[in-house]
């Protein structure tokens, strides 16, 4: 059946009302009687309203389809919307990540540097201090060696004096 035998078709069949009323109340109807006006204003109602409503079922599916694009639309935008909003989180994490590392990384090259100049420190010293104690000995192997080699050489002026 095709929309334009739809449209033109009776909502309420006139030959299926005198059947019924005639079952149901023993009175015979014919087409041409009064009382069958009102089926004639019912099927004009129904096909108003038919009509009406098939107006508003376009006017509805596009309006539909406008209200699905637009969702569609604002989702895809609340989406790229999210992720960019997720990758500058990430970044200014990343970011905050990478300056903590460095600000820890120089804190603990300070604390090494500090560790390596104290211990370099100590063993300078203690190295200067053994150097001094070895310049101490050798300070008095030489006053001893100039006071035997000042003997030495007044031996060998009083023998040759002497002699």
Not at 18 to 36: H, K, T
Not at 53 to 78: C, I
Not at 143 to 148: C, F, L, Q, V, Y
């Amino acid at each position: 059946m095709s929309a334009s035998d739809a449209k033109n078709r009776d909502v309420v069949d006139p030959d299926e009302v005198i059947r019924e009323v005639a079952l149901q109340n023993g009175q015979g109807l014919l087409r041409d009687d009064p009382v069958m006006m009102l089926v004639t204003i019912m099927n004009c109602v129904a096909k108003a309203y038919d009509e009406h409503n098939e107006g508003l079922v376009v006017k509805y599916a596009g309006l539909l389809t406008e209200y699905r694009q637009f969702h569609q639309e604002a989702a895809l935008q609340w989406r790229n919307d999210a992720r960019d909003y997720a990758n500058t989180a990430l970044n200014a994490a990343l970011d905050a990540a990478r300056d903590n590392a460095a600000a820890v990384m120089s804190e603990g090259a300070a604390r090494i540097h500090a560790m390596i100049g104290d211990s370099l420190g100590r063993q300078m010293a203690a190295c200067l201090a053994d150097q001094k104690k070895e310049f101490r000995k050798l300070e008095k192997y030489l006053a001893w060696m100039a006071a035997a080699t000042g003997a030495a050489l007044l031996a060998a002026a009083l023998l040759a004096l002497i002699g």
